[in-house]
């Protein structure tokens, strides 16, 4: 390979690299109403995704991005606390998944709907999210 051709391939990698950065920076950019809906999905993924947006709206708060990582953590915990008590234990992990389901569906969409019954409290419970 000659110098010519390796400098070619080398200027091709930093400017897809630039690309990379550029498309970044907007993909996370506050303004971006995309943005805090990405932060909104990830919050769904298990608690793995959930600790992953709580870092990535920490640095780029958004509205749709804050809203959704209060409410998974309140249906995280509502399904906690209604699996301990041993006679609802089975029936009552239905109702938080449920809940995830609805609020999911909600942050696919990038609105902000609180879920049935405790979504405004959880908002309430967990503002400093």
């Known amino acids: 390979m ?42 769904h993924l298990t608690i ?3 600790i992953i947006a709580i870092i990535m709206n920490s640095s780029n708060k958004t509205e749709v991005g804050s809203f959704y990582v209060r409410q998974v953590l309140g249906i995280g915990l509502l399904g906690l606390v209604l699996g301990i008590i041993p006679v609802i234990n089975l029936i009552a992990w239905i109702f938080p998944f449920i809940l995830w389901i609805i609020s999911l569906i909600g942050a696919i969409n990038g609105t902000q709907k609180p879920v049935f019954l405790v ?7 967990f503002k400093s999210l």
Do not use: L, M, R, Y
């Open 2 to 43: 000659s110098e010519e051709e390796k400098k070619d391939i080398g200027d091709k990698a930093e400017e897809a690299a630039k690309d990379f950065q550029e498309d970044v920076k907007e993909a996370f950019d506050p303004k971006n109403p995309e943005s805090g809906k990405t932060v909104a999905i990830i919050a």
């Open 48 to 50: 793995i995704g959930w």
């Open 119 to 125: 979504g405004e409290h959880f908002q309430k419970w």
